[in-house]
Nanobody
Framework: EVQLVESGGGLVQAGGSLRLSCAATGFSFDHYVIGWVRQAPGKEREGVAC????????YYGESVEGRFTISSDNAKNTIYLQMNNLKPEDTAVYYCAASPRLSTYTMVVVTNTPDNYDYWGQGTQVTVSS
């Protein structure tokens, strides 16, 4: 059974940093892409970042590129999202999500259309105050 458990959300001032963690069980990173999706109140889901171990590559949404970094600890089957220079518009519930890697384009597909992810965590709230 695929399970994704997020942690690390909280309240931070604008310009600050947070690191989110996602512990994954029930599948191998070798055959899946895994990433982060956020949803602010009244807005659609937005793909933030994605990681593919088999492609040894990452992909980011335009609004966070250069500020957020996705990484993994293979031994712990955990991925992280380091968020720097946070802005009030980054306030959202952040979800960890995963999907089987179908091709080298899977990261692009799920980041641009996050509803294509197959598995989801419960979410963690990130609030950035101005």
């Amino acid at each position: 059974e695929v399970q994704l458990v997020e942690s690390g959300g909280g309240l931070v001032q604008a310009g600050g940093s947070l690191r989110l963690s996602c512990a994954a069980t029930g599948f191998s990173f070798d055959h899946y892409v895994i990433g982060w999706v956020r949803q602010a109140p009244g807005k659609e889901r937005e793909g933030v970042a994605c990681f593919s171990r088999s492609d040894e590559d990452t992909y980011y949404g335009e609004s966070v590129e250069g500020r957020f970094t996705i990484s993994s600890d293979n031994a712990k089957n955990t991925i992280y999202l380091q968020m720097n220079n946070l802005k009030p518009e980054d306030t959202a519930v952040y979800y960890c999500a995963a999907s089987p890697r179908l091709s080298t384009y899977t990261m692009v597909v799920v980041t641009n259309t996050p509803d294509n992810y197959d598995y989801w965590g419960q979410g963690t709230q990130v609030t950035v105050s101005s």
